[in-house]
């Protein structure tokens, strides 16, 4: 298991690297309304993410072990709300979100190490607040 979402990991790197979907020129553009690149890589994730997931609903489609998949209900909150204003102000901040962080980290942008480990920080202090924030 472990080598195999290695190479996924290393094949979802090579193709945002590809793509440019890890350059901060190109986010910093979509940010700016500059572009239509980065909307194009979103907008098409968000149509194969909707094609996918109803087929995977309509074929009752299993996990690699035979599991079925369980679709978690979720509930809007202000919590939310304040989490995606975190998470949108670190990415315009950085250029970057969780994923490419580690892409630029490992092609080799040491810089982004800071990003990184403090993404992880932050979510560690959010494992640790958690009880205390809105839900």
């Known amino acids: 298991?472990?080598?195999?979402?290695?190479?996924?990991?290393?094949?979802?790197?090579f193709i945002l690297t590809k793509s440019e979907a890890v350059s901060w020129f190109r986010i910093q553009e979509m940010f700016h309304f500059q572009s239509f690149h980065m909307y194009g890589i979103i907008g098409s994730a968000i149509v194969t993410g909707l094609i996918t997931t109803q087929l995977?609903?309509?074929?009752?489609?299993?996990?690699?072990?035979?599991q079925d998949i369980q679709w978690p209900q979720y509930q809007f909150s202000k919590g939310l709300m304040i989490g995606g204003f975190i998470f949108g102000l670190g990415w315009s901040m950085t250029g970057a979100?969780?994923?490419?962080?580690?892409?630029?980290?490992g092609n080799g942008y040491t810089v982004m190490a800071v990003a990184l480990l403090s993404a992880i920080a932050g979510t560690y202090l959010y494992g640790w607040l958690k009880p205390k924030l809105p839900h």
Request: aromatic share 12%.
């Open 1 to 13: 298991m472990p080598l195999r979402m290695l190479i996924y990991g290393a094949l979802f790197g």
């Open 97 to 105: 979100c969780p994923g490419p962080l580690f892409i630029l980290t």
């Open 56 to 66: 995977i609903k309509r074929n009752r489609i299993k996990t690699f072990s035979g």
